[in-house]
């Protein structure tokens, strides 16, 4: 039998291994349902397993690094990176845990069908860079950036690992769901807020994921709360004023209407959440 | 040239497609029929073994990501003498109805008190997010698993 | 006869049987039969909702890897049906429904299979089509059947009419003079409700094979007698050439309660000679699921300012999809569920089963009633609110009870539904009914009631006394997953011989050993097969008391079975075993074996109230009383459910404990029916909601444990005074959460289900549900 799987020990090995006729294997969450989404499922499966440093999550003063291979579950299990509380509640929050202990983050990052990601958003918030390596060699680039271009990237491109830049703020992530947990969210939140020294904010990143087919950052919103006082933000209303920002999807789960309605809500739970949190720490 | 594996303490090879879902493997080629077929998507849990030790969904699980893993199914929890703390609780609270989403229960929490043997109500519901039950509403699942807190030993036994 | 049995050790928390094997995965249900030697099949389906099919061509399939056998619509011409034989095995000539199957393939593998029904190919000329019932029932809607005047009718008295599939009237009194009269508040309600899918773990599936020259089908169905006959009809062959079992079956809900799969697989078995299994994958299992019919519902009530009700006229309608399968019997129904929980003056009912191009529909656990209850419910609660009565007072005032008339005119026996809901009172007290809390949330409670009833009709049952005492139960009743099979029967077998309940046997059903029975459904096993049970131990009792009163020196009639033993009454230890006198009549009468029978005693209705109804009154009518309280988010249209509660009426409950399984699990699949399980029909005609992603099942975090208490010791011609269990906890589970729901926000709550974003929907004033008055209209201009 021809060989339908194949192992590369290397990231390069792993780029010269794709093609029309091949599809990543990172956990296997996405690309097994490809027959439940009629997709083409005679692609050979390239694996990504036996790259040792696809695995890893390094921490240190510099940033936190971590491969496209780490899980939900792993990425929920980080204690010692107290800005990172977002990524770790949207890893520990997502689907169901025998899922969590199987989907990537590279795989939640490159599965650019799938509106609802959790991940995206929280590393939206936290100025995530992603490092991709084609033919062409190893690159780096903002998730933002690479989030507009991820429909067109090329097939024989591989997302290899994220970095966390490390802040002094704190972040939460917050999720609009139907039932009580174990499915995609209708919309999610993620928010990263700095202090400066009087009380005020002095950064904030907020990213929105699943109310458009891609997640995205929403600068006016950050703007709008940018150097307010903590104690007199009214975020929910400012969330309110500002959903002009997008252009909401029509879903089998919930209506356009549905996304936008829930959405401040959310930025305000995840507002609450990182500021309990700046408050615990101070 | 095949996939090989420990499949419930014993060396087995699966020289079919390795793309194929560990699920329709265990189910078609190794008979082993405790893992249900319900959801094919990660949703309803009720395909649920250990890969190393590990509760996953075995209908997304290409057979090729696991040369060399240690795979147990329901089948090779306990034998058919001995019934593990979970089971016996289900039994002993009569929670069972049409069965079939109760392999992956098993599996599922006998995995999670393993490492948390005194959870809430509300962890245990949590824990089972995985594990989707039409038949039984789920409540008496969780009073079943409550009364392990009770017993004697306090350990939960793969 | 003298009691020579005690009753009461029938009822004790017996576990089941089954259960050990099902926690090892041990169990091998129809989708876990079949080894290397099994073909696999797959059907093609088709892929648009109504067409006229202008080519079929299998010869390029039949050539591909692994094929053995195709078969199509010239394979299986007839056509069956419930009261009208109006569905053909495969489409035929025509496509009337998005998922209808056009082809079977059998081959080596399940691949081989599906590849080969992509290479079918298969050409259409699509034709207008109807996918709602307010467009198929349009001026110039295109017909669905153009041809049903032609088809055969297989149960008189339904009226028919282009799209109307069926008609059931009820007209009792005059309720034009009731609607006149001057001293009446008249109040109307339009209702919408929603598909459900039965989310059956295990899907249907069937192993067929050709065996001595006959047909044997391994099967996962709740009646094996059904899926006997009709295969036999479709298949154009005696029914005696068909052998019908069933293993343990992974969920049924009603899903199984009709003949599906079972004739594809049994054509192939034939044209092959192999056993060939066909199952369902879940996306198919998803689209071509005999839901829980969606309806539309109109009520119209003339109320005196006492809260008597004087005339109400009903109209439902019934969507039955393609064909009108189940929807045609269900049709019966309405006069119970919507007319048999309160006193009514004079009464007028339609309901109507509408072809529609949609998958056709089914039944569903408590069919026909957990949405005519929602309806019934909110109108009461807005009649309440029109004359100013406390809707507790309303009902208590006005709900049926001893001697008072149903719908169709026959008189119901006993106060069952007025105690009830003293007895939830009693406990609850009803405080306030809508509150905002302390958080900004909605706060609601409602209680309601409901009428359901045990749908009996025919069943048989064999017991046969071993030599070492222990019986053989051969009934053709199937264990579905509510324990009845495992429990009730079982502890009503071991009770009538004095024996303990493990020493039951409970064959499993097989049509070749056991006698005709209508199938596991409607509440009805305990009731019909234990009946049926009952009838056989007393014929097996009477011969070994004859045999015993030989042995013991003494009548029969002073001897009582015990413990496994004979003994003379009153006196413990003075007889033998069952053991010494099963072995006695060997060399007597020879081995000790009984038959019994149980059919509807049939109630009486009043003549000329009812036409077009399957069953015009009902034998064992069974009530529920529910409460709850919710937390509604004015924001998200979340739905907390704070405390969940029922009185259910269960005549004589056998084990408490399986009783319990079942209400906790049936008010959870209504939680998810009027909470979160939606099903929307998209311009294709195909379902939206393909498999567990987007059809939201209730999980363990939704869900909360229900409290209740039995009501025993209302009239029931059930064994030892049993009604069914299963079935009715789920009746009133969507009335109580809708008007709790409606309570709560002030709104008026008339469509289900109440997903958060049709909650806020509703919150914002948007209308909801679409306009409902195709129901209205057809009332006017029928009242025939």
Redesign the interface.
């Known amino acids: 039998?021809e060989?339908?799987?194949k192992?590369p020990p290397s990231v390069e090995d792993a780029v010269s291994a794709l093609g029309d006729s091949a599809v990543l294997?990172a956990g296997?969450?996405w690309v097994?349902?490809a027959p439940?989404r009629d997709e083409d499922?005679e692609k050979t499966?390239i694996?990504l397993?036996k790259i040792p440093e696809l695995h890893l999550v390094s921490v240190n003063d510099a940033g936190v690094k971590i491969g496209a291979l780490v899980t939900h579950h792993a990425l929920a299990a980080i204690s010692d990176v107290p800005e990172m509380t977002a990524l770790v509640q949207a890893a520990g929050r997502s689907?169901?845990?025998?899922?969590r202990?199987?989907a990537t983050v590279g795989g939640n990052i490159c599965a650019k069908d799938f509106a609802a990601a959790d991940l995206v958003p929280a590393l939206l918030a936290l100025g995530a860079e992603v490092e991709v390596q084609s033919f062409e060699g190893a690159a780096s680039l903002t998730l933002e950036d690479y989030l507009q271009t991820r429909s067109t990237r090329p097939s024989t491109e591989i997302l290899t690992s994220i970095h966390i830049p490390r802040h002094s703020g704190r972040s939460a992530h917050a999720r609009?769901l139907?039932?009580?947990?174990?499915?995609?969210p209708v919309a999610n939140v993620s928010v990263y807020l700095e202090p400066d020294q009087n009380g005020a904010i002095n950064a904030a990143r907020i990213a929105v994921g699943s109310v458009e087919s891609t997640p995205k950052r929403w600068h006016a919103l950050e703007a709008a709360v940018s150097g307010q006082p903590f104690g007199r933000l009214s975020i929910s209303d400012l969330a309110q004023s500002l959903t002009q920002e997008f252009t909401p999807r029509d879903g089998?789960?919930?209506?356009a209407?549905?996304r936008l309605?829930?959405l401040p809500?959310l930025v305000a739970q995840a507002f609450a959440d990182a500021m309990g949190q700046l408050e615990r720490s101070a | 040239m095949g996939v090989d594996f420990t499949l419930n303490g014993k060396p087995r090879s699966f020289a079919g497609d390795p793309r194929t879902s560990l699920l329709h493997a265990l189910r078609d080629d190794f008979r082993l029929t405790g893992a249900k077929d319900v959801c094919g998507e990660g949703f309803c849990g009720a395909c649920i073994i250990y890969v190393d030790g590990e509760p996953k969904t075995s209908c997304l699980l290409p057979v090729g990501a696991l040369q060399g893993t240690e795979i147990t199914t329901i089948e090779g929890i306990g034998n058919v003498d001995t019934l593990n703390p979970v089971q016996q609780a289900f039994i002993d609270f009569d929670v069972v109805q049409c069965g079939m989403c109760f392999p992956g229960m098993v599996m599922t929490l006998t995995h999670y008190l393993k490492d948390n043997p005194r959870p809430s109500r509300a962890e245990v519901k949590a824990a089972l997010t995985g594990n989707i039950c039409r038949c039984t509403g789920y409540e008496r699942i969780i009073d079943a698993v409550m009364s392990l807190h009770n017993s004697a030993s306090g350990e939960v036994r793969t | 006869m003298t009691e020579s049995m005690d009753k009461t050790t029938a009822v004790m928390n017996l576990p089941r049987r089954d259960a050990r094997d099902k926690l090892q995965g041990r169990t091998k249900y129809t989708v876990d039969a079949g080894g290397s030697d099994v073909l696999h099949a797959a059907l093609l389906r088709s892929d648009v909702a109504s067409a006229r099919i202008t080519r079929l061509d299998t010869s390029a399939a039949l050539k591909m890897p692994g094929v053995q056998a195709i078969a199509t619509a010239a394979d299986a011409p007839g056509l069956h049906g419930l009261g009208i034989a109006d569905h053909p095995v495969f489409a035929d000539k025509v496509v009337r429904y998005h998922g209808e199957p056009l082809a079977v393939i059998a081959a080596e593998t399940l691949a081989q299979a599906r590849a080969a029904a992509k290479a079918i190919i298969i050409e259409y000329a699509e034709l207008p089509k109807v996918l709602t019932m307010a467009e198929a029932l349009s001026q110039d809607a295109p017909l669905v059947h153009p041809d049903w005047e032609d088809y055969e009718i297989l149960f008189e008295g339904g009226n028919r009419s282009g799209n109307i599939a069926w008609q059931a009237t009820v007209d009792r009194g005059d309720t034009d003079a009731a609607f006149a009269r001057d001293d009446v508040t008249i109040v109307e309600g339009s209702y919408q409700v929603g598909r459900q899918n039965h989310v059956s773990f295990e899907p249907r599936a069937v192993v067929a094979s050709f065996e001595d020259g006959r047909y044997h089908i391994h099967t996962s169905t709740q009646a094996p007698w059904t899926v006997k006959s009709v295969t036999a009809k479709v298949l154009g062959v005696p029914e005696a050439a068909v052998h019908v079992t069933v293993p343990a079956v992974g969920g049924g809900f009603g899903l199984k309660f009709d003949c599906s799969l079972e004739p594809y697989a049994t054509i192939l078995a034939r044209k092959t000679g192999r056993s060939v299994s066909l199952v369902n994958s879940r996306k198919e299992e998803m689209m071509t699921c005999l839901c829980r019919e969606n309806a539309d519902i109109h009520i119209r009530s003339a109320v005196t300012k006492n809260g008597e009700i004087v005339g109400r006229d009903a109209t439902v309608l019934m969507d039955c999809g393609a064909y009108g399968g189940e929807q045609v019997f269900l049709t019966t129904m309405t006069a119970h569920t919507l007319g048999g929980n309160y006193k009514l003056g004079s009464v007028r009912i339609r309901t109507k089963a509408v072809y529609t191009n949609t998958p056709p529909n089914g039944a569903f656990r408590a069919c026909n009633g957990v949405y005519n209850t929602f309806a019934l419910e909110r109108h009461t609660d807005e009649i309440c609110a029109a004359i100013g009565m406390d809707p507790f007072e309303f009902r208590r005032r006005t709900v049926v009870g001893d001697q008072d008339l149903g719908a169709t005119g026959q008189v119901f026996e006993g106060n069952v539904l007025g105690p009830m809901l003293d007895q939830m009172v009693a406990k609850h007290p009803i405080g306030k009914r809508s509150d905002t809390l302390p958080d900004g949330r909605l706060y609601g409670r409602a209680t309601t009631v409901g009428t359901w009833f045990i749908f009996v009709g025919p069943s048989a049952a064999t017991v046969i006394l071993n030599a070492d005492a222990s019986a053989t139960l051969v009934t053709a009743g199937v264990e579905i997953g509510s324990g009845t099979m495992m429990q009730s029967l079982p502890q009503i077998v071991a009770a009538n011989l004095g024996i303990h309940p493990d020493a039951v046997i409970v064959k499993t059903a097989d049509t070749d050993a056991a006698g005709r029975d209508l199938g596991v459904g409607g509440g009805r096993t305990t009731v019909s097969i234990g009946a049926a049970s009952e009838a056989a131990c007393a014929d097996v009792r009477d011969k070994l008391l004859e045999v015993a009163s030989g042995l013991l020196q003494t009548k029969p009639d002073n001897l009582v079975l015990t413990a496994g033993r004979v003994e003379m009454k009153g006196r413990p230890g003075s007889g033998t075993t069952i053991r010494q006198v099963v072995q006695h009549a060997e060399t007597t009468i020879g081995p000790i074996s009984g038959s019994g029978a149980f059919t509807a005693p049939g109630v009486p209705a009043m003549p000329g109230c009812a036409a077009g109804h399957f069953i015009d009154a009902i034998d064992v009518p069974v009530f529920a009383v529910h409460d709850c309280e919710v937390a509604v988010d004015p924001v998200t249209g979340h739905v907390e459910i704070l405390s969940y509660r029922l009185v259910q009426d269960v005549g004589r409950a056998l084990n408490h404990r399986a009783i319990h399984g079942q209400i906790q699990g049936g008010v959870v699949q209504g939680i998810g029916y009027a909470l979160t399980e939606e099903i929307t029909i998209n311009k294709n005609g195909a379902f939206d909601q393909t498999g567990f992603e987007s059809y939201h099942l209730p999980l363990a975090g939704d869900v909360l444990p229900i409290e209740f208490e039995l009501y025993e010791g209302a009239p029931s011609i059930g064994p030892l005074g049993t009604k069914g269990a299963g079935e009715v906890p789920i009746l009133n589970v969507a009335a109580t959460l809708g008007c709790a729901i409606a309570n709560a926000t002030d709104k008026k709550v008339n469509t289900l289900p109440l997903t958060p974003p049709r909650i806020t929907a509703l919150l914002e004033g948007r209308q909801n549900g679409s306009n409902l008055g195709h129901v209205a209209r057809l009332r006017g201009g029928d009242k025939r």
């Open positions: 039998m060989q339908r799987f192992y294997f296997g969450t097994m349902r439940l499922c499966f694996s397993a689907a169901n845990p025998a899922i202990r199987m609009g139907l039932r009580q947990a174990g499915e995609y089998v789960d919930a209506p209407t549905y309605r829930i809500r």
